[in-house]
């Protein structure tokens, strides 16, 4: 059932993510299951929005992508360095999935612990 959830929820999911978050809402409400479902769509990026964020660094705006995976201190490097002179750049265009996959696993582990932490009982 967690399974189908997912599909109809997140969009463009991968077969690495979908057995990630799957193995991750294991032991999980179904209330739980929404709440989560609910707060990582709104958390996660798309691995085609990274590429194109970095695709735009080659017209002088480097290191957005950066920026959009919460990864502030290297996009303000990337920025003032022309993405380390366009070599930073390229090496993220190569890397956008693994950036984006790191990116998303930490936003899942972060709404896991927000639905776990408000849906315990209070005493």
């Known amino acids: 059932m967690s399974e189908q959830k997912i599909l109809m929820s997140v969009s463009d999911v991968t077969p690495e993510e979908m057995l990630f978050l799957v193995n991750a ?10 709440q989560f479902l609910f707060l990582y769509t709104g958390k ?3 691995t085609q929005e990274i590429l194109l964020l970095t695709l735009v660094g080659f017209l002088g705006v480097a290191g ?10 290297m996009g303000i490097v990337f920025f003032l360095t022309a993405g380390f002179c366009g070599i930073g750049t390229i090496v993220d265009l190569v890397n956008h999935r693994n950036l984006t996959e790191s990116f998303n696993q930490k936003m899942a582990i972060e709404c896991l612990q ?10």
């Open 25 to 34: 809402t294991k032991g999980l409400t179904e209330n739980q299951v929404d």
């Open 44 to 46: 996660r990026r798309k």
């Open 64 to 73: 957005i992508q950066r920026f959009m995976i919460k990864q502030v201190g």
């Open 114 to 123: 927000m639905v776990r932490m408000y849906s315990k009982p209070r005493a």
